[in-house]
């Protein structure tokens, strides 16, 4: 394989690094070039597909910052589990138009004002890769606090 060059970062910026390899057929792995790699199959039939890893990002980003504002208010998460509904356009190409992410959240002690308190500020200020989509692109949430939506 032939090595990349980029410039160099701005001082004081993070920087990610990912490889992606094409497979064959409609498939690649991808990751951090030393690191653990994922399957991504365009076709869906052996990994997500490029659209669903982001979906996936937008999760588990915004899911680590509930799980961690929650433990710090002293009322840990037993369990949450994240389901994302992307709706895409039927243009062509078919990008993502609206987003609606069902948080389902259990734990003893949790209220359901702190628990959405944790996930608007998940959401809305630090999930880096909510920042990153395009802000014309509606994200809503809703949360189901231990087995109750309402």
Excluded at 136 to 146: C, E, F, G, M
Aim: net charge neutral; charged share 20%; glycine share 8%.
């Amino acid at each position: 394989m032939t090595t990349t060059s980029f410039p160099a970062a701005t001082p004081g910026r993070k920087v990610n690094n990912i490889v992606a390899r094409w497979t064959g057929g409609q498939t690649f792995e991808s990751g951090r070039p030393d690191g653990p790699m994922i399957r991504i199959d365009t076709s869906g039939k052996t990994g997500p597909g490029p659209v669903d890893v982001l979906l996936c990002a937008l999760a588990t980003c915004a899911s680590i910052d509930v799980v961690e504002i929650l433990a710090k208010r002293r009322t840990p998460a037993e369990s949450l589990e994240v389901t994302v509904r992307g709706e895409r356009s039927a243009a062509t190409p078919a990008r993502l138009v609206d987003i609606t992410i069902a948080f389902a959240i259990t734990g003893a002690g949790i209220d359901r004002p702190h628990a959405e308190r944790a996930i608007d500020l998940a959401v809305n200020k630090y999930c880096s890769v909510r920042d990153s989509l395009d802000p014309d692109i509606p994200v809503a949430w809703t949360l189901n606090l231990n087995g109750s939506a309402v």
